[in-house]
T-cell receptor, first 112, second 115 residues
Framework: GNSVTQMEGPVTLSEEAFLTINCTYTATGYPSLFWYVQYPGEGLQLLLKATKADDKGSNKGFEATYRKETTSFHLEKGSVQVSDSAVYFCALSEGGSYIPTFGRGTSLIVHP | ETGVTQSPTHLIKTRGQQVTLRCSSQSGHNTVSWYQQALGQGPQFIFQ???????GRGNFPPRFSGLQFPNYSSELNVNALELDDSALYLC??????????????FGPGTRLLVL
């Protein structure tokens, strides 16, 4: 079956540091890949997505590239802010499926 | 444009009771999905409703049931509550059932505590 593995958190960084959150996946076909963000006390918000190999999703300074050869979709940001503190979820949806698979989430804490 | 709303925001029940959670989808969206998010975990798909019909179901027992209404709002019903049902329940709406291209918009969730 499908699965998503994320690096364990929390990830603790100082403001303006470089961020990488690793995500790898297992799927039988060619999934679409997503990163969602969940701020404290809120629901999930779609951060970015990529629907085919080598696509790069980007939003609000965050980027992730769909790497089929390494089955990865790592999230990066060049300079984090305190306001980026949240839980980040990697997810996949395969083919025409409406059933997404989420990772367990990675907590990011950014200090001033 | 109104986003996805859920009610109530918090709820406390006891084991064996029944609960109904409500979701209003984003304007124009005909598909609603429900998720259970246990503390420290990612969301788990419960089921999806598309144009008032159940369109798919995750690995949840039949005591989890739902409805979608003609205005595309939705309810999640859970019977015979168990302690492990304590979680954040998220509703998400989208324009169509397939997620390959479509973006889901999530509500803020209902936090259920079962004592």
């Amino acid at each position: 079956g499908n699965s998503v593995t994320q690096m364990e958190g929390p990830v603790t960084l100082s403001e303006e540091a470089f961020l990488t959150i690793n995500c790898t996946y297992t799927a039988t076909g060619y999934p679409s890949l997503f990163w969602y963000v969940q701020y404290p006390g809120e629901g999930l918000q779609l951060l970015l997505k990529a629907t085919k190999a080598d696509d790069k999703g980007s939003n609000k300074g965050f980027e992730a590239t769909y790497r089929k050869e390494t089955t990865s979709f790592h999230l990066e940001k060049g300079s984090v802010q305190v306001s980026d503190s949240a839980v980040y979820f990697c997810a996949l949806s395969e083919g025409g499926s409406y059933i997404p698979t989420f990772g367990r989430g990675t907590s990011l804490i950014v200090h001033p | 444009e109104t986003g996805v709303t859920q009610s109530p925001t918090h709820l406390i029940k006891t084991r064996g009771q029944q609960v109904t959670l409500r979701c209003s989808s984003q304007s124009g969206h005909n598909t609603v999905s429900w998720y259970q998010q246990a503390l420290g975990q990612g969301p788990q798909f419960i089921f999806q409703y598309y144009r008032e019909e159940e369109n798919g179901r995750g690995n949840f027992p039949p005591r989890f049931s739902g409805l979608q209404f003609p205005n595309y709002s939705s309810e999640l019903n859970v019977n015979a509550l168990e302690l492990d049902d304590s979680a954040l329940y998220l509703c998400a709406s989208s324009l169509e059932a397939s997620l390959r291209q479509e973006t889901q918009y999530f509500g803020p969730g209902t936090r259920l505590l079962v004592l």
